[in-house]
């Protein structure tokens, strides 16, 4: 399907600032599950479950909404802003979907947005025991001088009753320092198939430019103020030459497409921003400008080192091989991992060991799957995880907590401003609760009943965890002073 068969639409529907307040959203934000009655409200939210947590959280202090709409196998809707400190999570109420915003340490309410409909669910979505995402999900979008959470679903849209439906990817943006009750979005748009199906499987990026829609032949733009700009001209140039970008692994930068090059037969071919800098000008220590693969026998072709493998915010993670072998039969190995200022690719730490690839393609993330856990960082901003892998901004360090002969791979999920790392190890169930500390390097095994944060936020920690008859809770504990 070619780059005009995709069909666009998009809508700005009013600032923040302009928007009503009326008692459309307050009514649906009471009436569900897990918003409170007011923007200075914790009711509703008072701690009543119990878990094991790491010491660093006091297991007294803290709030928690329960999800008891959510299917079983979905996960919960729910996003964490480190420059505002605040929470978003969805609930589900009769007119739709309710974005709540509350202070992470104390559970204060600070915005409810006004209840938004999601797009219908395809038959696959519809389907038991399916890995199809069939609930919204957010994601933040660290934008320019603001922030926003952006809610976005998959599903079916059509114009009226005389169209047919066609598969889309719907958003609203809010912005993560909005006060009131009953929020219109800042803005909201749509990313339409008219051939009634994406043409391959369809990724999700977000980044600070908003979020990018990419299946195979195409990729779109949506800008928080519901803007749709079709990207798919986007030209990043490698080594002076211009590239086909990777649609497994793009994101909308501050200024620009960042994307891989598609390069075919190796994992490499370096990686660059549209109409900005490329990886050969962000070559980590210890790496080699070009790697050698074998395309054919007794041919060796040679290609820029270095491929993106996830990001977080204004950073991205890369992989890079060592260095090229004078052989005919190449294999490359990624030795190297390293941290990248999105804005200029200075590199700011670095691993010596392999980081996975994150998946960003709209479906159920497992979390016991290394590339379905995404990169986080610390609140502030020092820390970075991702897979088994800690690094230090700072002091330009990274850490790879599960190298070594027999080691358990380990699957980091979010760090502390105290540089403590939290995640499981093990393949197999039951998984082990270990943290890492970025001091020492060394991972430690918890308790065996304690549950590791999800999610790290200012003065908090996010735990995602099933209690009772599998009802999916989000607690929120606070650190200890």
């Known amino acids: 399907m070619g780059k005009t068969a995709m069909l666009v639409t998009g809508a700005l529907i009013g600032a923040l600032s302009a928007c009503s307040s009326g008692s459309d959203g307050a009514d649906a934000a009471r009436g569900g ?6 923007t200075d409200s914790t009711a509703g939210v ?6 094991t947590a790491p010491d660093a959280f006091d297991s007294g202090k803290g709030w928690e909404v329960k999800a008891d709409w959510l299917p079983q196998g979905q996960p919960f809707p729910f996003a964490v802003s480190a420059k505002s400190g605040t929470v978003a999570y969805l609930d589900k109420t009769k007119q739709g979907y309710v974005l709540s915003v509350r202070e992470a340490a104390s559970g204060k309410l ?14 696959e979505q519809s389907a038991d025991d399916t890995s199809a995402l069939a609930v919204p999900r957010i994601s933040l979008i ?25 598969q889309a990817i719907s958003v609203a943006f809010y912005p993560a320092d909005a006060s009131g009750k009953g929020l219109a979005p800042a803005g909201s748009g749509d990313v339409q198939a008219p051939d ?17 829609v990419r299946s195979y032949f195409d990729n779109f733009l949506i800008s928080p103020d519901g803007k749709v700009t079709d990207n798919g001209d986007a030209k990043v140039r490698i080594g002076g030459q211009s590239v086909d970008g990777d649609y497994d692994m793009a994101f909308p930068g501050r200024d620009g497409l960042v994307t891989n090059n598609k390069h075919e037969g190796t994992g490499e071919g370096g990686f660059g921003v549209d109409g900005g800098w490329d990886s050969a000008k962000a070559i980590p220590p210890g790496a080699e400008a070009v790697v050698e693969f074998d395309p054919v026998v007794n041919s060796v072709e040679q ?17 890079w091989g060592k260095g090229r072998k004078e052989s005919s039969a190449v294999t490359v190995s990624e030795d190297i991992s390293a941290v990248h200022d999105m804005a200029t690719g200075k590199v700011r730490a670095t691993a010596p060991c392999k980081t996975a690839s994150t998946s960003y393609a709209v479906g159920i993330p497992k979390v016991t799957y290394r590339e379905d856990v995404p990169p986080a960082v610390s609140p502030n901003g020092r820390y970075l995880v991702k897979g088994g892998n800690l690094f230090d901004l700072r002091t330009g360090k990274g850490t790879c907590a599960d190298k070594g002969e027999d080691a358990k791979e380990i699957i980091l999920s979010s760090v502390g401003d105290d540089g403590t790392a939290y995640g499981t190890a093990g393949e197999d169930a039951p998984r082990i609760p270990v943290s890492v500390s970025a001091a020492t390097g060394a991972a ?8 590791t ?10 735990f995602i965890t099933h209690t009772g008859q599998d009802t999916m809770r989000m607690i929120v504990l606070g650190l200890r002073r």
């Open 33 to 38: 599950g897990a918003a409170g009655g007011g």
């Open 46 to 51: 008072a701690l009543t479950s119990k878990i």
């Open 110 to 123: 600070l915005s409810t947005g006004k209840p938004w409909q999601a797009p219908k669910l395809t038959e």
């Open 142 to 166: 660290t934008g320019g001088e603001r922030e926003f959470f952006a809610v976005w679903a998959h599903g079916e849209k059509r114009k009226d009753e005389l169209h047919d439906f066609q």
């Open 196 to 212: 009634g199906e994406f043409d391959n499987q369809v990724s999700v990026f977000p980044g600070a430019g908003g979020l990018l």
């Open 303 to 319: 290609v820029p080192n270095g491929h993106i493998v996830g990001a977080a915010g204004d950073l991205l993670i890369a992989g």
């Open 444 to 451: 430690k095994p918890l308790p065996e009943t304690a549950t």
């Open 453 to 462: 944060p999800t999610a790290m936020a200012k003065g908090a920690g996010v």
